[in-house]
């Protein structure tokens, strides 16, 4: 990847290297638009094969960002970093974990203010406390908005709510969803699924996962490759992205793709109209995964966090989504095209609004 021409070419304003020698850290953090407010991301810690695969996901994962918050209406520009490493070997050395982080810290406080980091995957709330003790500049912390995976899960349930309404104008209730990825926001997601009545299916790499969501809300097991095949109304990817391929896509049996992954669609443009040629509507994901985002944007608030304002915030997702799907039917253009020219609007009519004084 030619990394200043993908930059310009959609946009991106910053992308930083960090490496501290002392506890070995290596982290990517880049900062894709500040147009709407400073750029607000979580923090993914991940073993990425090379360095050239982490710069990769973290460009895509802050774009992403951006179009999340600019859809959900915050005050709010899209960031992301990303951690090369073996997080559970940090967390087994609780001295090292603990100069890890505020060495991280220290180096999002030298950005000063443009980016703000959350919890994502391999980090934790604890991880947050850490950053907090060098830098104001975090949020997902403990006594405030805390893990945003509950209200994660809770805007793509809204989401998955708005599909089977413009899909099937039904309910959830009797609806075979299959779940790919029981961590967090998937474990929140079947509990919501459970008790809607949905009927679930999941899959994970992890066994321990799989067995907690089976016993607690009965839910059927299947291999990790197996969950394309499965017979489902609904795929629910809550895991990693790109999980929509030329590999998987000829296997979905499903009417709806929904989930909590970011990036699901590998190539957008080539994977998003063959699922609309199956016949499969895609909800875009950075709407549908956009709870948690909103939640800790209220840490922010004036008078500090607000779960009340948080929750009828996430509430609105269900009714973003059934725009999206309506005006994508109406228009013959794929759900994704759809949100982005909408989150695009907003961005550039606040561009233009910022050039009115100098």
Known sequence: MNKFKYMEDYGYEQLCYFHDKYTDLKAIVCVHNTVLGPALGGTRFWNYPCEEEAAEDVLRLARGMTYKSALAGLALGGGKAVILGDSKGIRREPARREAFWRAFGRYIHGLSGRYITAEDVGTSTQDMVYIHMETPHVVGLP???????????????????????????????????????????????????????????????????????????????????????AKADIYAPCALGATVNDDTLPKLKCKIVCGGANNVLKDPRVHGKALRDRGIVYAPDYLANAGGVINVSYERAEGGYNEEAALRDIDRIYYRMGDILRSSDETGKLTFETADEMAEARIEAVRNTRSIMA
């Open 143 to 229: 006594g405030r908005s805390g893990d945003p995976s509950p209200y994660t899960a809770l805007g793509v349930f809204k989401s998955i709510q708005a599909c089977c309404k413009h899909v099937y104008n039904d309910e959830i209730e009797g609806k075979t969803v299959a779940v790919q990825g029981v961590g967090n926001v998937g474990y929140y997601l079947c509990k919501h699924l459970n008790e809607n009545g949905a009927k679930i299916i999941v899959a994970d790499v992890s066994d321990e996962r799989v067995t907690r969501v089976v016993e607690e809300f009965g839910a059927t097991a299947v291999d990790p490759n197996d969950i394309y095949d």
